[in-house]
């Protein structure tokens, strides 16, 4: 069986990113309120972490048993490509969501804010329907829907809140920008897989859309995340703006992705736009956090 870091850290560029980059966002803006609290910003981190880490595997599990990753251009898949069997990889799913569990137990008792055990519950039910269940909505082309509220929206605007105990505009303002950024991860990971998703009978968001709306569909979310980001400046700080730097990684990817490139060539920017997230994200933080 692939070891846990070479199947996360070295074939899901979107992992640490996508879990990390949001978490620091709502830190900052908790410190931005003179709220912050070391002990639940990385109890929050927990969470994200553990709950990234459990959707992969569970995707990896339903879609092995579907079939759906018997031809595959991307990263390693642990089921379609038989490198463990179907019930290590659920156990390796539940036991992810287990930590996310008692990660955030540990935060409903610490603030008492019992109402966000509904917002845990829905997440994990979230993460395993995505590709498992009889009627997937991964499927139905709704996958970047859930990953702008559950890996956007939820950890950024949870963050803050179990620290501040409030939500004000600029949060949510940030929680857009970094969930769409995350989104254009998972908006390259299916074009690059269109024709296979297509031989599966995989409905996601790029096979209904097709090859050239969903190019522009990458784009289209990196412009606006552009555009909040300026907007969250207005609106706390301008050195906020120095984030913006951090999109000039976007080049390539953005070269890349309308120059037509397929199949393996969309590997690259799948790992930059990674990368694009984390360093936004680090940046975006940093910013809020010290000025």
Request: proline share 4%; hydrophobic share 55%.
């Amino acid at each position: 069986m692939a070891t846990l870091g070479q199947w996360i850290g070295g074939s899901r560029p979107r992992t640490l990113p996508s879990a990390i980059a949001p978490v620091v966002i709502g830190a900052g803006l908790a410190a931005r309120a003179d709220s912050f609290i070391a002990t639940r910003a990385l109890l929050a981190l927990a969470v994200a972490l553990a709950l990234q880490i459990g959707v992969n595997y569970a995707n990896d599990y339903s879609d092995g048993i579907k079939g759906t990753d018997e031809v595959r251009v991307g990263p390693i898949r642990l089921v379609g490509q038989r490198l463990a069997t179907p019930a290590q990889v659920k156990m390796a799913a539940f036991s992810s969501f287990a930590v996310a569990m008692l990660a955030g137990l540990a935060l409903v008792l610490i603030t008492q804010q019992w109402w966000l055990i509904a917002v845990g519950a829905a997440s994990i039910a979230a993460a395993w329907f995505y590709t498992g269940g009889k009627h997937p909505y991964g499927y139905l082309g709704l996958g970047e829907v859930f990953v702008f509220v559950f890996f956007g929206l939820v950890p950024v605007l949870g963050t803050v809140y179990v620290q501040v105990l409030s939500i004000q505009s600029a949060d949510v303002i940030a929680a857009c920008a970094i969930g769409l950024l995350i989104c254009t991860l998972l908006v390259v990971n299916n074009l690059r897989d269109i024709p296979t998703d297509i031989h599966a009978g995989k409905h996601t968001l790029a096979v209904v859309l097709g090859d050239r709306h969903t190019r522009w569909l990458y784009v289209s979310f990196m412009v606006v995340a552009f555009g909040l980001t300026i907007v969250l400046a207005a609106v706390t700080t301008w050195w906020v703006l120095l984030a913006l730097l951090s999109f000039g990684l976007a080049l390539r990817p953005i070269r890349i992705v309308l120059s037509g490139s397929l199949g393996p060539q969309l590997i690259i920017p799948l790992k930059q736009s990674g990368m694009l997230v984390l360093v936004y994200g680090l940046a975006t933080g940093a910013m809020l956090a010290w000025l």
